[in-house]
């Protein structure tokens, strides 16, 4: 008999240890209007409202005429649109067990994502009928689109979609880690595939490289403790004029070649670097520091034509630079290169190699770089390196068809078609996963940008206040009424 309570007792713990799971609170409403209800797998449903919390396992839908702020717990908001189904599949923002898992089924949300999808790239996921949402720290819109009522409503718009990416690069591939902070905001983990802007600095990690595709065919490899920023980079293949690359080399190493830009206008493309400013011609180019990159110390420039000047011009000089401290080289094995320093130029043509001591002193012409630095920690040529076909690849189809479709605002998405293709989504760009395939697209949708449903990134406890005093005014009854299955 007591045997039998005891086995009774841990079958009643399971289960009570099962139901707690599926009932830890994860996050609560912030807002809401019209009709929310939810529902944990084997329960009654319930009508919730703000304040209320919500759980594992419990799924949320919003009425014809209402929406729903959800707040989670890693920082996460979320707004559910009219007409919607949404499944908190499991969400643990524990430290070192960061994972978020959740269900669109019907409707559609818009999002600025938390702690999770900041702590791993692949933690953060939405999944939906036609293809999986991976999330990467940012704000985007999410809808599933049935029959034609996303079509209807691109029609009532009366806009025109237009492109909006400020994509100017992806990482072709990626080992280690990796990252990116544009003008100090917060620091985004790169993958392979992710989206780079104007104004990133790029820093990889210890014992990792990355090889960065821009849209113009330039391509750059950062070794191991590398960073490097882009300044500018402005490429449309229809207005070659207006073109124009600038890149700031910070430390470490970096591999070069020249795409479009660089090609039709060499004076649109520079490389900043701390000792000089490198101007290129058709080129492939290792720029490598030794330390610092730039040393406190000039080195003997004498100017004069005299027989002792040119002595130490030719001879010592380049003996000192081989023994020399803090500096850059610079290697070219495609094209040639002009360093500009001080108001003067020197042209570094295939084959040469220089060191630059400081933005004061010439460069100096040696054999080669050190053998210690040459191979930049087994960093490759980027010429080398095979690129996915689709990393810009975009679709101009303008009929809106059923499928899932995501834009995103900020930051950058991985979205996985059920046919088991992937395409990476960076700001000012959209995606549609559709039955057969996913495609990226060359407009944002209107019915998106223009969406009425209030941005969570946006709303605030006085646009609450506001939303309080305007909610109901327009609502019918028929906004108001659900029917509980």
């Avoid at 703000?50 to 419990?58: D, P």
């Avoid at 080195?299 to 401290?325: E, N, W």
């Avoid at 495609?439 to 019915?447: Q, S």
Wanted: hydrophobic residues 40%; contains cysteine.
């Amino acid at each position: 008999m007591k045997i039998r309570s005891a086995a009774a007792l841990g079958v009643l713990g399971i289960t009570l240890s099962l139901a707690s799971f599926a009932a830890v609170e994860v996050g609560e409403v912030s807002y809401s209007r019209g009709v929310l209800t939810g529902q944990l797998d084997g329960e009654p449903p319930r009508l919730i409202g703000r304040g209320v919390g919500l759980h594992n396992g419990e799924t949320l839908n919003t009425g014809p005429g209402g929406f729903a702020l959800l707040h989670f717990n890693d920082g996460t908001k979320m707004t559910l649109r009219p007409n919607t189904t949404f499944k908190i599949e499991n969400l643990d923002a524990r430290a070192g067990r960061e994972n978020a898992l959740f269900s669109l089924i019907r409707g559609g949300l818009r999002a600025i994502t938390g702690a999770i999808s900041k702590a791993s790239p692949k933690a953060f996921r939405i999944s939906s009928s036609v293809g999986t949402i991976g999330v990467r720290g940012t704000e985007f819109d999410a809808r599933l689109c049935e029959s034609n009522e996303c079509a209807l409503e691109e029609q009532a718009t009366g806009a025109t979609a237009e492109r909006e990416s400020r994509v100017v690069g992806r990482i072709a591939l990626l080992r280690g880690r990796a990252s990116a902070t544009e003008d100090g905001e917060t620091t985004r983990v790169l993958s392979t595939g992710a989206a780079v802007y104007e104004r990133d600095q790029i820093q990889t990690g210890i014992q990792s490289f990355a090889v960065v595709a821009f849209n113009d065919q330039t391509r750059i490899t950062l070794s191991p403790q590398s960073a490097f920023r882009i300044e500018e980079h402005e490429y449309n293949p229809d207005l070659p004029d207006e073109n124009n690359s600038f890149f700031s080399f910070l430390q470490g190493g970096m591999r070069l070649v020249t795409g479009v830009i660089a090609r039709l206008n060499r004076e649109a493309f520079r490389v900043a670097t701390p000792t000089a400013t490198i101007g290129v011609r058709g080129t492939g180019f290792d720029l490598v520091c030794q330390g610092d990159c730039v040393s406190e110390n000039a080195m003997l420039d004498p100017g004069s034509d005299a027989p002792l000047a040119r002595f130490l011009r030719f001879f010592v000089r380049p003996a000192y630079a081989q023994s020399a401290g803090n500096g850059m080289y610079a290697k070219v094995w495609q094209g040639s290169i002009e360093m500009i320093f001080s108001g003067r130029r020197q042209l570094l043509e295939n084959g040469r190699t220089a060191f630059l001591r400081n933005s004061l002193a010439p460069p100096v012409i040696i054999p080669d770089i050190p053998a210690r630095l040459r191979n930049l920690q087994g960093a490759p040529r980027p010429d080398r390196v095979d690129l996915r076909q689709d990393l810009f690849a975009e679709s101009d189809q303008r009929d809106i068809q059923p499928g899932l479709y995501v834009n995103v605002r900020k930051g950058d998405v991985v979205v996985a078609g059920i046919d088991g293709t992937d395409i990476f989504v960076g700001a000012g760009e959209a995606v549609r996963a559709g039955i057969q395939r996913v495609e990226r697209l060359g407009f944002v949708p209107t019915f998106q940008k223009l969406d009425q449903v209030p941005n969570p990134a946006r709303i605030s406890a006085r646009s609450e206040q506001i939303l309080d005093l305007v909610s109901g005014r327009d609502a019918g009854k028929e906004d108001l009424e659900c029917t509980l299955k």
